[in-house]
């Protein structure tokens, strides 16, 4: 899965199962490339559950590990988007630690990984963070591995990712974040 073992994960999660999906069916496939401006707006994550998983609890994670760039990772990895407590395969009901923020690649430094990892929980997790979508603080240097760990999540149960560089629309993301 393109270096994502051992940059992010141990072992490479089941990438079939995780769909994500932006506007105008621009659908997550492996490791396509996708711009900035296509990535934007919080995209559609689906899954299947079976019958006896409906009420079984998830966690979603989206991370960056190039950032700055993928020769210079300094603050790999960078948190875009956290929902946990999420029921069965329901998204919008889960509870949102950090809210979705696109893709935005500095100029120059190549392609950029964006993963989405899917965890199975054996418990409610109790958190009170929250990361608006216009805020950098407490994004950077984020650990998809650390999260799991501290939170007995385990191995994902289920991943997907795109690429992405530098556009004319990453300056624009930019200018809407506060701190």
């Given at each position: ?63 960056d ?33 950090a ?49 799991a ?21 990453v ?9």
């Amino acid at each position: 899965m393109n270096a994502l073992v051992p940059d992010v994960v141990d072992e490479a999660p089941p990438k079939d199962k995780l769909k994500v999906n932006y506007a105008a069916e621009l659908a997550v496939k492996e490791g396509n490339e996708l711009t900035p401006l296509q990535v934007k707006d919080e995209p559609q994550v689906s899954w299947d559950t079976s019958a006896d998983d409906k009420e079984q609890l998830h966690t979603l994670l989206m991370v960056d590990p190039d950032a700055p760039s993928r020769k210079e990772p300094k603050f790999r990895e960078i948190l875009h988007w956290a929902v946990v407590n999420i029921p069965g395969n329901q998204l919008s009901k889960g509870q949102t630690l950090a809210e979705y923020i696109g893709s935005g690649p500095p100029e120059g430094t190549g392609l950029h990984r964006y993963i989405f990892l899917l965890y199975r929980q054996s418990q409610k997790i109790e958190e009170t963070l929250h990361i608006d979508k216009r805020t950098r603080q407490g994004r950077l240097n984020f650990s998809a591995r650390a999260f799991a760990g501290k939170y007995g999540l385990g191995k994902p149960i289920a991943g997907n990712f795109y690429e992405a560089q530098y556009d004319d629309y990453v300056p624009i993301r930019n200018k809407e974040f506060s701190a």
